[in-house]
């Protein structure tokens, strides 16, 4: 008998871990979903046939597994409500939440609760994701085997042997997809702005974003040797890449990363104070 799992949150990363998971061949039956909204309770039913409730005491108690997917912001209020539950029940709680230390949870909830902390992305929903964990001390071998199930339809999974790189990681693999959207909309704009069509444009930006990545992860080549492989001297590749290099392109993508960890940490030192 599989364990029923309950997502408290029915947005976006939910609805990818919960496609992924049924994907993986979790039955629909063993999903259960806590979500105030009453159009994404609909959707979500309607598109995969899950429970779902706006009330936490409808669902909970049956399910043995407990993935926190609400904001960090209101993290607090929504786990403080559910605590007397959580009490009772005793599931395994994964948080998804970006920036909310095991610690907060254990305070909010009850210290000797099984608490493993995790960081998805949204290719979670295509099976294409990657998810790194973190347990906590009262989480058993077969605990983490359990949480390592939930995640795993959603692609490949990963331990952390330090709470603190779980920062590293949302600003690497977590906000790591919309990187490289933003890159892909800049080269739509600028490939039409060089006169092509938008649909041919989008045609050339996706499929060479999906070639790229499938040559980086199937040809065994690192990006560097790849990279350099397009770059034929005195051509085309090499003048468009001086370009990035002098707009301090490195720089900026390390940049940008920083920020994200450093939001990552702010976002705990906040929760500290709830
Ligand atoms: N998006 C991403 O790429 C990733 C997100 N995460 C983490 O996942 C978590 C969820 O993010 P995301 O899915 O993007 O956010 P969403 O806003 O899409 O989902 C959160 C959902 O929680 C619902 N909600 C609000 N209050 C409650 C409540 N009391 N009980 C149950 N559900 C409630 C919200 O409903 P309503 O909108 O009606 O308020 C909303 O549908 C965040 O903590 C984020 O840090 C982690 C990895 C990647
Ligand atoms: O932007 C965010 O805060 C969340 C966490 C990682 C991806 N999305």
Redesign the pocket.
Known sequence: MPDTIAF???????TSLIGGLLANGHPSAGVAV????AD?RAALTERFGVRAAAAPAELLPQATIWVL????Q??A??VG?LASLAGQVRPLVIS???G?PLAALARWLDADLPLVRS????PALIGAGITALFAGEHVSADQCAAAETVLAGAGETLWVDREDDLDAVTATS?SG?AYFFAFMEAMQAAAEELGLDREIATRLVRQTALGAARMAVESGDSPTTLRTNVTSPGGTTERALTILDEGGFDLLVAEAMRAAAGRSRELAAQIADQ
């Open positions: 408290i949150g029915g947005g976006n990363m939910a806590i979500e105030p909204d994404k997917a609400v904001k960090p209101i993290m209020t929504v409500e998804i939440a970006a909310v960081m998805p992305n949204t977590g997809p």
